[in-house]
Nanobody, 123 residues
Framework: EVQLVQSGGGLVQAGGSLRLSCTASRFILGRYAIGWFRQAPGKEREAVSCISSRDGRTNYVDSVKDRFTIDGDNAKNTMYLQMNNLKPEDTAVYYC????????????????WGQGTQVTVSS
């Protein structure tokens, strides 16, 4: 069993930055892929970014490329999603999730989920 605890998020003006954190209850970063998803009001949850444990590859949805960065701190069992140049359309509840080995864009493929954190970007 793995527990993921999220922190970060909040309210920011367009063009601003936020960093989301996702801390695992035990060391998983070497064996699990960590994905970030978001769900805006009235919309389906979408995959935003992911990093695979096996090869370190990162994926980003086109709408956040060159603005968001996913990385981690093994010593802290923590993954981060650095979000720069935020836009109002980034407003959503953000979730981190973990699954073994490789990334997936499908939320059903993930075994463990964080509690979610609200990100609100004002125009």
């Amino acid at each position: 069993e793995v527990q993921l605890v999220q922190s970060g998020g909040g309210l920011v003006q367009a063009g601003g930055s936020l960093r989301l954190s996702c801390t695992a209850s035990r060391f998983i970063l070497g064996r699990y892929a960590i994905g970030w998803f978001r769900q805006a009001p009235g919309k389906e949850r979408e995959a935003v970014s992911c990093i695979s444990s096996r090869d370190g590859r990162t994926n980003y949805v086109d709408s956040v490329k060159d603005r968001f960065t996913i990385d981690g701190d093994n010593a802290k069992n923590t993954m981060y999603l650095q979000m720069n140049n935020l836009k109002p359309e980034d407003t959503a509840v953000y979730y981190c999730a973990a699954r073994r080995n490789f990334c997936s864009d499908y939320e059903s493929a993930y075994d463990y989920w964080g509690q979610g954190t609200q990100v609100t970007v004002s125009s």
